[in-house]
């Protein structure tokens, strides 16, 4: 256990639809990061929240959205899903301050059918 | 635009031998990479990291050697065992920004 706690692991939902992942970081932890792994894609950074306020962006899609709450936990808003949304999404969190040093959580399947 | 490239989709190697993964960059203001390993159904997990002002880092079985001319990062594994099997990403990061910049990840199998 990476301390870092995505919900739901898996979730299927039809074209159109909305969505909502939940990513719980790491206890301390003030960043929280969102990335996207397509089929034979690496990772894609969507998002970076930090105690509370956005912090950097990445390719996200204007039907994309994402917060982070005061509990420091965040949640990605996937909106008019497309076939092309189904991915693993990941969420990160680190103390912040640079050097990459993340901890992923296991991450969301999405499939859109 | 990519911007850490891993040109290697996969590699298999002899338990016992040295695995020796590649990345190459073009962002020249990168001055951190990071490796991590990623079993499936699992998240990413940092394994080794290295600083621009080195040119090499090591940690154990595991040696990451970095050519800021050439722009090249490469791993090393040695020696390698069946529960190295796994997708390793090669990552990088700018100076003052916390954004990772990931390749599209290598799978090595270590075959027994």
């Known amino acids: 256990d990476s301390g870092v706690t995505q919900t739901p692991k898996h979730l299927i939902t039809a074209t159109g639809q909305r969505v909502t992942l939940r990513c719980s970081p790491r206890?301390?932890?003030?960043?929280v990061y969102w990335y996207q792994q397509s089929l034979d894609q690496g990772l894609q950074f969507l998002i970076q929240?930090?105690?509370?306020?956005?912090?950097a962006k990445g390719n996200i899609l204007e039907r994309f959205s994402a917060q982070q709450f005061p509990d420091l936990h965040s949640e990605l808003n996937l909106s008019s899903l497309e076939l092309g949304d189904s991915a693993l999404y990941f969420c990160?969190?680190?103390?912040?301050?640079?050097?990459?040093?993340?901890?992923f959580g296991s991450g969301t399947r999405l499939t859109v059918v | 635009d990519q911007q850490v490239k891993q040109n290697s989709p996969s590699l298999s190697v002899q338990e016992g031998r040295i695995s020796i993964l590649n990345c190459d960059y073009t962002?020249?203001?990168?001055?951190?990479f990071l490796w991590y390993k990623k079993y499936p159904a699992e998240g990413p997990t940092f394994l080794i990291s290295?600083?621009?002002?080195?040119d090499k880092n090591e940690d154990g079985r595991f040696t990451v050697f970095l050519n800021k001319s050439a722009k090249h990062l490469s791993l090393h594994i040695v020696p390698s065992q069946p529960g190295d099997s796994a997708v390793y990403f090669c990552?990088?990061?700018?100076?003052?920004?916390?954004?990772?910049?990931f390749g599209k990840g290598t799978k090595l199998t270590v075959n027994p």
């Open positions: 990160a969190s680190s103390l912040g301050g640079g050097m990459g040093g993340y901890t």
């Open positions: 206890s301390g932890d003030l960043s």
């Open positions: 929240y930090y105690n509370g306020e956005e912090r």
């Open positions: 962002n020249s203001m990168f001055d951190y």
């Open positions: 290295i600083s621009s002002i080195k």
């Open positions: 990552a990088a990061v700018q100076g003052g920004s916390e954004k990772l910049v």
